[in-house]
């Protein structure tokens, strides 16, 4: 298993240095174009989840594993407020119909939400 | 080390000559205009030397020296020798800079892609014939192979054709007269009847053009691959793809706003 982690300013004018990297692992991963613009979306929308309870000045986690035939991308904020991420909005449904499994954490400290995409059988 | 072309003693001797027979001349001189072009001659392996720094972005050598010898020019007509310094070392800051600026204000996006771009034509075409040929998109390694190029000079491309429209989105949502013949869009509106969010989204739905929404609904209720919208709406894969991309933003903006921003307490 291979594992990258980015660590930026929780600021979503730097979400676009993760989708770089999204690109690069996908096709390492032997993902379809089309699921490696799946997962360009979900890293937009897991972002917008969070950044809005990320604390001020903190630091945005995103973190790639990747093995054969699937990669996890889990993005986390610091988040003293304790909610947890809006599952009713848009970003929840898009996430949803985008990943193999997502799942989300928040224990008053870090609120984190983990995208799964597995690759598809490539025989033609 | 000689492929700074004035390195060597003798040409160092060289240079410093006629830096001050260049200096002992009127400004308006045939003689120094000689001198000047015989310097900046000289120095030209140098500011190759520099350019070739930069050729992994794809902007061509020979533009890129151009613009080296705009710095090294700049830099012969301020060079002071009584300061002591070497020519080389003191030209060098000005020739990177002068080729920095180039990619900062000819916009890094503009030229640095140009190879990229040519290949995004093709990368257009071979998507689309490979995703016929296997019945799903194709791969990086797929495309990199029919292309014989590098998997980094397809993702390249693939970034590019993210940044920019080689064909404007308005040309898909133009044809918004034409309703797409397809049940299952009609099933869809059903569909987002019963969505537990559609009180969150139908409004923001509602403010898309009508393929914007139409695309939205068969990628995230119906479940469609982009590759499969493309068939079904009759764009490209990458239209749908920057299509949505750009719906979702929109929709993103919509819901942000105070009166459909929903209320956590």
């Given amino acids: ?16 240095l993760v989708r770089a990297v999204t690109t690069a692992l996908g096709a390492r991963c032997d993902l379809t174009l089309d699921q490696i613009d799946d997962l360009h979306l979900a890293v937009d929308e897991a972002c917008a989840l969070l950044l809005p309870h990320a604390d001020v000045g903190s630091t945005l986690t995103a973190r790639f594993r990747h093995e054969a035939g699937r990669i996890e991308f889990r993005a986390s904020v610091p988040s003293a407020e304790g909610a947890g991420p809006d599952r009713s909005g848009l970003s929840w449904t898009v996430l949803s119909a985008l990943s ?6 928040a224990d008053g400290l870090v609120l984190s939400v983990t995208v799964v995409k597995r690759r598809v059988a490539l025989a033609p | 080390m000689t492929h700074h072309g004035a390195r060597d003693p003798s040409a160092r001797a060289e240079a410093s000559r006629l830096f001050a027979e260049m200096g002992a001349l009127p400004e308006d001189s045939e003689r120094r205009r000689r001198v000047r072009d015989q310097l900046a001659e000289m120095h030209l ?5 520099l350019a070739r720094r930069f050729t992994g972005r794809n902007e ?20 002071e020798p009584e300061r002591g310094l070497e020519f080389s070392t003191y030209a060098t800051p000005t020739i ?12 890094w996006l503009l030229h640095v892609p140009r190879r990229a771009q040519e290949l995004q034509a093709r990368l257009a075409t071979a998507r689309a014939e490979l995703s016929q040929e296997l019945r799903r998109a194709p791969t990086v390694r797929e495309l990199a192979t029919r292309l014989e190029v590098s998997q980094d000079d397809v993702i390249e491309a693939l970034d590019v054709s993210r940044a920019y429209s080689g064909v404007p989105l308005d040309a898909l949502t133009e044809t918004d007269s034409g309703p797409v013949d397809n049940a299952l869009l009609s099933e869809l509106d059903d569909q987002l009847e019963r969505v537990e969010q559609r009180a969150v989204l139908r409004p923001a739905l509602e403010t898309l053009p009508r393929r914007e929404r139409e695309v939205l609904m068969l990628r995230f209720l119906a479940g469609k691959s982009q590759t499969e919208i493309a068939q079904i709406v009759g764009v490209s894969q990458m239209q749908v793809s920057r299509l949505i991309s750009r719906s979702l933003a929109r929709l993103r903006e919509e819901l942000s706003r105070p009166a459909a921003a929903s209320d956590p307490t």
């Avoid at chain 1, 298993?1 to 676009?16: G, K």
């Avoid at chain 1, 193999?100 to 954490?105: A, H, M, V």
């Avoid at chain 2, 392996?45 to 030397?49: A, G, H, R, S, W």
């Fill in chain 1, 1 to 16: 298993m291979n594992e990258v982690e980015l660590r930026l300013p929780a600021d979503a004018t730097f979400v676009s």
């Fill in chain 2, 60 to 79: 061509p050598f020979p533009d890129l020296v151009q613009v080296g010898a705009i710095g090294l020019l700049k830099a012969i007509d301020r060079f």
């Fill in chain 2, 45 to 49: 392996p140098l500011v190759e030397y």
């Fill in chain 1, 100 to 105: 193999d499994e997502l799942r989300t954490s």
């Fill in chain 2, 96 to 107: 990177l800079g002068e080729i920095k600026r180039h990619f900062r204000d000819t916009g």
